[in-house]
């Protein structure tokens, strides 16, 4: 579960940690293919509900009241329980090299 105060999906710019041949390094995200999965309890009937963030008027937070859209097409009050980011990311690696001279040797940080 998400804090409160944490995005549910992260933004072009966000600098990231990434693999890359087994290593961690720093990158930045290029581009996101947004998709949060935003679990809700209905306030009307409370039963639960699954449903992605674009069927969701609202702040996208733990505890934010929202209205969502159901299966039959209408929208209902509903408070959200859960967020899971399952978007796509692009990142661009930021990689550090150096060179020594006078051995012809190059390492990533």
Known sequence: MKAADEPAYLTVGTDVSAKYRGAFCEAKIKTVKRLVKVKVLLKQDNTTQLVQDDQVKG????????????????FQEAIISKLTDASWYTVVIVLHMHHIRSHGISSLD
Not at 59 to 74: K, Q, Y
């Open 59 to 74: 702040p996208l937070r733990v505890g934010a009241i929202v209205e969502t859209r159901t299966s039959d097409g209408s």
